[in-house]
């Protein structure tokens, strides 16, 4: 009889053969970044590094108290072990306590490798500094009271965060990009695409709390806000599917645009693109309603916006197929959960921002979070029966 394998994540630096080869259980996956970074920074300050996995234990602590998850505690214990070792053998180097050694190494890591290294270095490893700098700045709002960190080590911070999001990792479209955009950029038919993509005007932004990455008001208001950020701030996609999608649907739109095209430059889709791409992808779903003799919910209201509309249809579909798993080898079942979907909430949630104010929607919002968290759930069930 043999034993099964433990889920493990290996968050040993692939470029560095660190003798700090963690390996964390699946259930703690959300400390592996920490863990990575100390095993990068561990060389240039030990110290740092000591203190980035003592936070790690604290927060792996939090996530299972008991720790019964499988692995935890043999990982616990023996971080637990390293701990205490490190804790005597390492000092602080650049001042004479933890709060001001892990500030003072911040400063300089900003310094040297985001403002000197960022006209030097290629994009992905700024990805990779910036993404380093991001955890130091975590581990150092838990080492440092909240009113000893000055100002600058702020400033340094709210600028890393909008620098993590200008190298944000893409597929084809370097939608973020802070270099010279890239030709495919350049193309009309990509141009016209995202501009039809962006036209959020007339929707009602939730009123409602979840944890969708553009739920934040400032992240709104943003120039590319689109169709997609809505749909993830009404249905908490996650942040990687929409990314996904939102490619996907960019580069369906500019090669279906682009056929039989006589003008150079352009700014609009034709009217016929939209629709013709809506066929495509609700052949299955319509031939699904009609076998069950009930009614399509793709409806195009009067008075509304057809092509955004139909946008939102495309990119909801879009979205659910992107994190149904399994489920997207069982075609009936993405019809039934967009079906669903769309019943109770999206065709009502479009109706109120046509007729009502935000703060009527929060209600219906809630319905259809709630009502999205059902229906895939109960799809995951009949998948396991």
């Not at 000197?116 to 270095?121: H, I, V």
């Not at 889709?269 to 495509?280: A, E, I, P, W």
């Not at 009502?348 to 007729?355: K, Q």
Request: proline share 5%; with cysteine.
């Amino acid at each position: 009889m043999s034993r099964a394998q433990k889920m493990f994540v290996d968050v040993q630096d692939e470029d560095s053969s660190a003798i700090d080869s963690e390996l964390v259980p699946s259930s703690l996956a959300a400390i592996a970044p920490v863990l990575r970074v100390a095993n990068q920074i561990e060389k240039d300050n030990p110290r740092v590094a000591y203190l980035c996995r003592f936070h790690a234990f604290e927060k792996a602590h939090r996530m299972d108290p008991p720790s019964s998850g499988r692995g935890v505690r043999q990982f616990k214990t023996h971080l637990l072990h390293k701990l205490e070792k490190e804790e005597e053998k390492t000092k602080p180097q650049l001042a004479r306590n933890d709060p001001s050694e892990i500030m003072a190494y911040y400063q300089n890591f900003y310094n040297e490798k985001i403002k000197e290294g960022q006209y030097a270095k290629k994009p992905e490893e700024m990805a990779k500094i910036l993404q380093i700098a991001s955890v130091l700045y975590d581990v150092l709002k838990t080492v440092v009271p909240p009113e000893k960190v000055d100002d600058q080590t702020h400033r340094y911070a709210e600028d890393v965060q909008r620098k993590r999001e200008q190298y944000e990792h893409y597929n084809i479209l370097p939608l973020n990009a802070v270099e010279a955009k890239a030709a495919i950029m350049e193309l009309p038919e990509i141009k016209a695409a995202l501009r039809a993509l962006r036209n959020v005007q007339n929707l009602s932004m939730p009123s409602v709390t979840t944890n969708a990455p553009h739920d934040l008001p400032e992240e709104r208001n943003k120039s590319g806000f689109d169709i997609l950020d809505w749909l993830s701030s009404v249905f908490g996609f996650q942040k990687g599917n929409v990314a996904n999608q939102r490619e996907h649907l960019i580069l369906l739109l500019a090669n279906m645009d682009v056929r039989k095209r006589d003008l150079v430059v352009y700014t609009q889709l034709r009217s016929s693109t939209v629709q013709k791409l809506m066929d495509k992808i609700f052949k299955n779903y319509w031939s699904w309603c009609k076998y069950l003799c009930c009614e399509q919910n793709t409806r195009i209201p009067q008075g509304s916006h057809k092509q955004q509309l139909q946008l939102i249809y495309i990119g909801l579909y879009l979205l659910i197929w992107g994190e149904a798993s399994n489920i997207r080898f069982m075609p009936e079942c993405i019809c039934y959960i967009f079906h669903k979907v769309s019943l109770l909430s999206l065709n009502t949630i479009v109706d109120l921002s046509i007729l009502y104010p935000l703060s009527g929607t929060s209600f219906f919002m809630s319905c259809s979070i709630i009502s999205w968290n059902v229906e895939v759930s109960l799809c995951f069930r009949l998948v396991e029966l």
